[in-house]
Nanobody, 120 residues
Framework: QVQLVESGGGLVQTGGSLRLSCTAS????????MAWYRQAPGKERELVAA???????YYADSVKGRFTTFRDNAKNTLYLQMNSLRPEDTAMYYC??????????????WGQGTQVNVTS
């Protein structure tokens, strides 16, 4: 069974940057869509960004122009580069993989999450 392990979270000031990584224990080619979700306290989990194995990307409106997701298929790793961070980006960030349309994937595997805290 493939497992996903995230890393790269932490504490950053408003306007700062972080890069999250999600490494799959198996081949990332087996997942049509890999995605980043986040969940803030008291809020529902939301889709932040998604990527197909080769090509298209999806971004939530709230992160367009600030976040970039990309895959290194040779390393079975998905990244989320987060720039111009805001306090409202504070959340637990999860990596997930599965089939489905890129703007509404159907996660079949989840990582354990990595916490991002943005201070004002």
């Amino acid at each position: 069974q493939v497992q996903l392990v995230e890393s790269g979270g932490g504490l950053v000031q408003t306007g700062g940057s972080l890069r999250l990584s999600c490494t799959a224990s198996g081949s990332s080619d087996s997942f049509d869509v890999m995605a980043w979700y986040r969940q803030a306290p008291g809020k529902e989990r939301e889709l932040v960004a998604a990527s197909r194995t080769w090509g298209s990307r999806y971004y939530a409106d709230s992160v367009k122009g600030r976040f970039t997701t990309f895959r290194d298929n040779a390393k079975n790793t998905l990244y989320l580069q987060m720039n111009s961070l805001r306090p409202e980006d504070t959340a637990m960030y999860y990596c997930a993989a599965g089939p489905g349309p890129i703007n509404a994937p159907i996660p079949q595997t989840w990582g354990q999450g990595t916490q991002v805290n943005v201070t004002s």
